[in-house]
Structures are given as structure tokens and as C-alpha cells.
């Protein structure tokens, strides 16, 4: 048998693809913090900072064994849920003797180093993480939020990146759901559920458990009745700019190779995210009289989220479509906050989880393969009902449990005298602008604070 030799271009590529997508949480960390008021946004940029530290660590440790410890064993993992947490704990058994074991994950004779795929992976959970910060902004202690980090990404995605990519119950497998409906061939389902890049893994399971934290936490003193617009949307552009060109090594990056579907992919997430940004800046016009900058970069956001699943099975014109249903849908979405009084503070859920359930469940549609408006059938549309309404269920639940236990113990909600004068100084000892010595300190460091009360119909920010 011929020993697996690297190859030297995917392993390139994911290099670059994987530094990418390390970059997306420092501009989500940008796009976060011009969406808050001033007083607050250095604790939004640590909050996501903070999530890349602790899960990068728990990554390297047992996050990794978890997700995909049994992919090149075969091992048996823990009923289609997770792999094992020790057997690969601390990477041991990832680096062989010469620098790195080699894997060929799609088993298409595609070897890069297991290491690498290790490496880009971790940036997947740091995202997904730090994306829930957005639904609790402006009120909880940064010490619980790392705890919460590291027990999240624990319990909830490293299992849900098991089932989904790991060979778990959401996955293809033989023993996933989808085969147990449709039957299996050859050890694969017959009916592939289609999550390309982390319509399920990411966004989905970010977003239902930003709706739960943000419930469970609680609302901002002053929500629905003070203005909370973000204080500085030149950062935000910057920030959704960022993720826009590292979300090209999310999506590309995760056929794990320079090859055409990538390319594929690359036209698709773009042509998804433009219409995307014109069907929410569409709504805007007719509903508000007026397409603003915030609602563009919003609307880039939705774009990327809902091809995100989808990118891969889809043609450029079927990614227009969804692009731009996504970007309507999302715009429509970020007022239920205001209807159901949950405090979303940067729509994670408008965004987030409404584009990643319409993008899953549109691939069912939209497929070229298999999708019902290409002859494809229903089938390929049910396993994408399933899969979204399973993460939907299995984070929901687990981190409810998570955050009702540490309200118990550490505590959410920082002071009120604290929320109100802004929590940089009292959680980091700073403020991000030091407005009273250019004005003789007639705003203070907490900036102007506007007095008109937020239309139902608008949103404070989105988040990314």
C-alpha cells in the first residue's frame, strides 16, 4: 500500500483559508463594538477576544477529541453525540513523529495535516461562541461570560460539530438520522443532509442560544423605551468588511482543497451576500422611507449566514435567491424583539438564526441535485427540516440548563448603577474614548446618549 504523501496546495490553501476565518472574530470583536453604546465597547470587544482565548484552549485540549477524535481510528463514539474527550486529549496522537500525521477527511486521496484541520476547526468554534455575546450586550459580568465560554462550547458545539461533520446523528453516516429514514448504502445515507460550512454547527446553534441567554439574563434597563443605537458605524462597516473577506476561508476553506468547488463556493457566498444586502436595504426603503449604512452591513451579515449550509449545493443564480429572501427575512426579523420583549441586543437571533434556519432548510429547495425546485423530490427538504429543528432543540435545551445554573451560582447581571454608567471601567478598568478631555467634559467618557425611544420596526444593530 502506498504511503499518503501531502498535498502541498490544499495544505496551502487551508493555511490561508484557516488564518482567514481566525480574523472574522476580531472584526465580529469591530462590528460588535460600533453597534453598542460607547460606554460599553471595550467589554464587547473582550467578550469576544475573550471566547477566542478560552475556547482556543479547551480546543487544543479535549474540544478537538470531541468533535472528530474518532475520524481517523474509526473509533466508536458516544451514541452518535460525541467522540471520546480523552482519547485524543491535548492533540496527543495528532503530531506523529515527523510534525503531523496526514488525513484525508472526504476520503478523496486529499492529505493534509491532521494538525491543520485541528487548526481550522478551533477558528470555527471561536466564532460560534463569540457570535452569542451580541444577544447579552450592555449588562453581564465578563467573568461569568468565560465560564459560559468554555462550558458552551463543552457541552453544546463540540457535540453539535460531532453529529453534523463528525459522523454523528445529523450526519450522513449510517447511523445518522437521515439514514434511519431513507436507508444507507455502502455506510453512507441515502439522503446527504447538506451543511456545508455551519448552517447548523454555527449559526443555528449561536442563534437559538443567543434567544436563550438573552432571556434568561434578562433585559437591559431602559430596553424599548431609550434609544440604543450604535455609537460608531464606520467601525461597523469595517467590522462586516472583515467578516465578508474572512468568511471566503470559512465557506471555501471548508472543501479543504483548491479545487473547483471552492471556486464554486466563492461566487456563490458572494453573489448570496450581495443580494442579500439589497433585499434588507429593499425593505428598509419601502417600510422606513429610507436604506440606511447599518442595515447594508446587516444585510452582508444575513447574506453570509444563509449560504453558509448551502453554499456548496447550489448554483449562482439559486445563491441570488437565497440570498435575497435571507436578507428580506432578516430585516422583517429584527423588530420580534420588540413584539416578544426579549432583549437581543444585537439581533443575533434576527440575523443569525432566522438566515441560518432559511438557509438549511432553503438548500432543500435550492439544491441542483436534489433540491424540490430541481426535480430533486422532498425528500433532501425533510432531512433539512430535521437537522435544523434537532440543533434547534439540542442547544436550546442544554444551554438553558447551562445559564440557569450559572445565574444560580456566579451571577449574570452586573450592578445597575454599573450597567447605567457603562461596564468598562467597572469590568476592565478603561474606557474606549476619553471624550472629556476634547469636550472639557461635557459628555464624559460615556459618550452623547440619544433621547428618542427606538421604533418597533428598526433594529439597534445586527449582529454577525
Known amino acids: 500500500m502506498t504511503e499518503p504523501t501531502i498535498n502541498e496546495a490544499a495544505t496551502a490553501f487551508m493555511l490561508v483559508a484557516a488564518s482567514m476565518v481566525l480574523?472574522?472574530?476580531?472584526?465580529?470583536?469591530?462590528?460588535?463594538?460600533?453597534?453598542?453604546?460607547?460606554?460599553?465597547?471595550?467589554?464587547?470587544?473582550?467578550?469576544?477576544?475573550?471566547?477566542?482565548?478560552?475556547?482556543?484552549?479547551v480546543y487544543v485540549l479535549w474540544g478537538y477529541s470531541m468533535a472528530f477524535g474518532n475520524l481517523q481510528d474509526g473509533s466508536s463514539d458516544i451514541a452518535g453525540l460525541f467522540a471520546n474527550p480523552f482519547h485524543l486529549f491535548g492533540l496527543n496522537g495528532v503530531i506523529g513523529p515527523?510534525?503531523?500525521?496526514?488525513?484525508?477527511?472526504?476520503?478523496?486521496?486529499?492529505?493534509?495535516?491532521?494538525?491543520?484541520?485541528?487548526?481550522?476547526?478551533?477558528?470555527?468554534?471561536?466564532?460560534?461562541?463569540?457570535?452569542?455575546?451580541?444577544?447579552v450586550a450592555d449588562r453581564v459580568k465578563f467573568s461569568t461570560w468565560l465560564v459560559f465560554s468554555g462550558i458552551w462550547a463543552t457541552v453544546v458545539y463540540f457535540p453539535i460539530s460531532h453529529m453534523v461533520w463528525g459522523g454523528g446523528i445529523l450526519s450522513g453516516a449510517e447511523g445518522g438520522l437521515s439514514a434511519a429514514i431513507y436507508g444507507a448504502t455502502d455506510g453512507v445515507a441515502n439522503v446527504l443532509?447538506?451543511?456545508?460550512?455551519?448552517?447548523?454547527?454555527?449559526?443555528?446553534?449561536?442563534?437559538?442560544?443567543?434567544?436563550?441567554?438573552?432571556?434568561?439574563?434578562?433585559?437591559?434597563?431602559?430596553?424599548?423605551?431609550?434609544?440604543?443605537?450604535?455609537?460608531?458605524?464606520?467601525?461597523v462597516m469595517l467590522g462586516a468588511g472583515l467578516l465578508w473577506f474572512g468568511w471566503f476561508g470559512f465557506n471555501a476553506g471548508s472543501e479543504l482543497a483548491a479545487d473547483g468547488l471552492a471556486s464554486l463556493v466563492w461566487v456563490n457566498t458572494t453573489a448570496a451576500t450581495c443580494?442579500?444586502?439589497?433585499?434588507?436595504?429593499?425593505?428598509?426603503?419601502?417600510?422606513?422611507?429610507?436604506?440606511?449604512?447599518?442595515?447594508?452591513?446587516?444585510?452582508?451579515?444575513?447574506?453570509?449566514?444563509?449560504?453558509?449550509?448551502?453554499?456548496?449545493?447550489?448554483s449562482p443564480v439559486g445563491s441570488l435567491i437565497l440570498g435575497a429572501v435571507a436578507g428580506a427575512l432578516s430585516a422583517l426579523a429584527v423588530g420580534l424583539k420588540y413584539k416578544f420583549g426579549y432583549d437581543d441586543s444585537l439581533d443575533v437571533v434576527g440575523v443569525h438564526l432566522v438566515a441560518g434556519l432559511w438557509g438549511t432548510i432553503g438548500a432543500g429547495l435550492l439544491a441542483t441535485s436534489s433540491g424540490l425546485f430541481y426535480g430533486g423530490g422532498i425528500d433532501q427538504l425533510v432531512v433539512q427540516i430535521l437537522i435544523a429543528v434537532a440543533s434547534l432543540l439540542i442547544s436550546g435545551i442544554?444551554?438553558?440548563?447551562?445559564?440557569?445554573?450559572?445565574?444560580?451560582?456566579?451571577?449574570?447581571r452586573v450592578d445597575k448603577d454599573v450597567?447605567?454608567?457603562?461596564?468598562?471601567?467597572?469590568?476592565?478598568?478603561?474606557?474606549?474614548?476619553?471624550?472629556?478631555?476634547?469636550?472639557?467634559?461635557?459628555?464624559?467618557?460615556?459618550?452623547?446618549?440619544?433621547?428618542?425611544?427606538?421604533?418597533?420596526?428598526?433594529?439597534?444593530?445586527?449582529?454577525?
Open 23 to 57: 480574523l472574522m472574530t476580531p472584526g465580529l470583536a469591530l462590528f460588535y463594538g460600533g453597534m453598542t453604546r460607547s460606554k460599553s465597547v471595550l467589554n464587547m470587544i473582550m467578550m469576544s477576544f475573550g471566547a477566542l482565548g478560552v475556547v482556543g484552549v
Open 98 to 135: 515527523d510534525g503531523s500525521r496526514l488525513i484525508d477527511v472526504f476520503g478523496v486521496d486529499v492529505f493534509i495535516p491532521e494538525i491543520l484541520f485541528v487548526g481550522f476547526q478551533l477558528t470555527f468554534a471561536v466564532i460560534t461562541v463569540a457570535l452569542i455575546s451580541g444577544a
Open 193 to 235: 443532509p447538506i451543511d456545508f460550512a455551519g448552517g447548523t454547527v454555527v449559526h443555528i446553534n449561536a442563534g437559538i442560544a443567543g434567544l436563550v441567554l438573552a432571556v434568561i439574563v434578562g433585559k437591559r434597563f431602559g430596553f424599548g423605551t431609550q434609544a440604543m443605537r450604535p455609537h460608531n458605524v464606520p467601525t
Open 275 to 314: 443580494a442579500a444586502m439589497l433585499g434588507w436595504l429593499l425593505v428598509e426603503k419601502i417600510r422606513d422611507g429610507h436604506a440606511t449604512t447599518v442595515g447594508g452591513a446587516s444585510g452582508v451579515v444575513a447574506g453570509l449566514v444563509a449560504i453558509t449550509p448551502a453554499c456548496g449545493a447550489l
Open 398 to 412: 442544554l444551554t438553558a440548563v447551562i445559564a440557569l445554573a450559572l445565574k444560580a451560582t456566579m451571577g449574570w
Open 419 to 464: 450597567e447605567s454608567d457603562g461596564i468598562d471601567q467597572s469590568e476592565h478598568g478603561e474606557s474606549g474614548y476619553d471624550l472629556g478631555s476634547l469636550t472639557g467634559g461635557r459628555f464624559g467618557s460615556s459618550g452623547a446618549v440619544s433621547t428618542s425611544a427606538p421604533s418597533a420596526k428598526t433594529h439597534e444593530g445586527a449582529s454577525a
